[in-house]
């Protein structure tokens, strides 16, 4: 995949465990993906080194709505969606995210999304953009199935195969 330019792999939910991240950061991708709402996380100790012991590598639990004063205001997506982002440690991925957090207020009710990515660099904002991608996708091929016959052609020749795929996708 990265000879042909692929950097990052998208996925849902569902993908968001350490038996599917740790092998496709080892293949050399970055995963960007969506949390689930407990996801088990760490902040790193920021402090100064105290001089005795080992140094200190993780201060607490990240507590979302606690401890939302230690997120980055990246800004707002909507009216009444904010982004904030971090650097984390996620016990689950056994590694470094970065967690954006797309917090929702509604008549006294917040509600959250976590998307995150391996890639600790990656832009908050970039980060949306490829998961809102992803659901393009997904809704182009429900869309090919649904309305222009996609699983219906029964040639066994790659060729034709190739050639008709092209057709649904450019149909829809």
């Not at 569902?14 to 709402?37: D, I, M, N």
């Not at 990246?74 to 984390?88: D, S």
């Not at 999304?113 to 393009?136: H, M, P």
Request: aromatic share 14%; net charge positive; glycine share 6%.
């Amino acid at each position: 995949m990265q000879e042909q330019g692929i950097l990052y792999l998208v996925g849902d939910a569902y993908y968001s465990k350490e038996k599917f991240v740790s092998p496709v950061v080892k293949a050399g991708l970055k995963l960007v993906g969506k949390l689930r709402t407990d996801a088990d996380l760490q902040w790193f100790y920021e402090g100064e080194y105290c001089g005795v012991g080992r140094p200190k590598k993780f201060d607490g639990k990240v507590r979302f709505e606690k401890d939302l004063h230690r997120f980055e205001h990246v800004g707002r997506l909507q009216e009444g969606i904010e982004i904030y982002t971090k650097k984390v440690y996620s016990k689950t991925f056994k590694c470094a995210i970065n967690v954006v957090m797309l917090r929702q207020t509604r008549e006294n009710k917040t509600s959250r999304v976590l998307l995150y990515s391996t890639d600790t660099e990656l832009d908050a904002l970039v980060i949306i953009k490829y998961y809102k991608a992803r659901f393009q996708i997904e809704f182009l091929f429900r869309d090919a199935k649904q309305y222009t016959g996609f699983t219906h052609c029964q040639s066994r020749k790659k060729r034709s195969h190739t050639y008709s795929f092209k057709c649904f996708i450019i149909s829809t």
